[in-house]
């Protein structure tokens, strides 16, 4: 790919990752206001729980991952095999690949949520609050509103790559796969390093000290991966 149609296929990228960003923004933000309603409700800790989570970030992958591998690589598609249509095989590969992993987010987002719900209740005892000013703390829309943002973001750079590189894999084609990096100056520096590398698509990119697979892997930790930015596409060896 020439450095135009790299800057091309980003913005492409970024255009639909900010719409399905928006898309689950609200229904993120809406499972962690749930998850502080959990507290509100019974007073207790223990019953903050990531079920209702993990079923947005499950849908998120399966969605997203599915739209953008149609949606950049169709020709791809064509020498694929099997019964399943398209989008339907994609999805089947992303809840095979990664709902256990999706289920182990949803545990730290939510661990996330009690450690910032703690952090309430003892500014709330030093301060000798009461439960009412307490709640009124917890139901400010900031406490979950920058949060889901970010996940939003994180989740969909990773899925929307993830679903990608499942097509590209399932075709059997001798492909590489290039890094392009966000096309501004708030990239990181490792993802600026790695920008325009070509590699197998087996193979793994090194990332600062991380072997991640495509921008958003989580193996990448998250110094790597959150509000990362960056797209892979595939090149024909």
């Given at each position: 790919?020439?450095?135009t149609?790299?800057?091309e296929?980003?913005?492409k ?6 719409r ?6 609200a ?11 959990d ?11 990531s079920a209702?989570?993990y079923i ?6 399966k ?13 791809l ?7 399943m249509g398209?989008?339907?095989r994609?999805?089947?590969?992303m ?6 992993d ?8 939510t ?6 719900i703690q952090e ?9 609050w009461?439960?009412?000013?307490i709640v009124?703390r917890?139901?400010?829309p900031?406490?979950t509103?920058k949060?889901?943002r ?10 929307a ?5 499942l097509n590209?894999?399932?075709t059997?084609l ?13 990239t990181?520096l490792?993802?600026r390093e790695?920008?325009?590398?070509v590699?197998?698509?087996d193979?793994?990119f090194?990332v600062?000290t991380?072997?991640m697979d495509?921008?958003?892997?989580k193996a ?8 990362c930015?960056c797209a ?6």
């Open positions: 790919m020439t450095p149609e790299q800057s296929f980003w913005l990228f970024h255009r639909f990752q900010m399905y960003e928006l898309m689950y923004y229904r993120i933000n809406k499972a962690l206001k749930a998850q502080v309603q507290y509100i409700s019974t007073e207790n800790l223990m019953n903050v729980n209702g989570l947005v970030l499950l849908d998120l992958w969605t997203t991952g599915a739209a953008w591998a149609k949606h950049t690589n169709p020709g598609s064509k020498k694929a095999g099997g019964q398209f989008s339907e994609i999805v089947s590969f809840q095979q690949y990664f709902s256990i999706l289920l182990n987010d949803a545990e730290n987002i661990r996330t949520t009690i450690r910032l309430v209740l003892s500014e709330a005892a030093l301060d000798g009461s439960f009412d000013e009124k917890l139901i400010r900031d406490f509103a949060r889901a970010l996940i939003a973001r994180t989740e969909t750079v990773g899925a790559n993830a679903g990608s590189l590209a894999n399932s059997g001798e492909l590489n796969k290039i890094w392009i990096a966000a096309r501004d100056n708030r990181r490792h993802h790695v920008n325009q590398t590699i197998p698509k193979a793994k090194q600062g991380s072997l495509y921008p958003g892997d990448g930790g998250a110094s790597e991966v959150c509000n930015r892979i596409a595939f090149i024909p060896v």
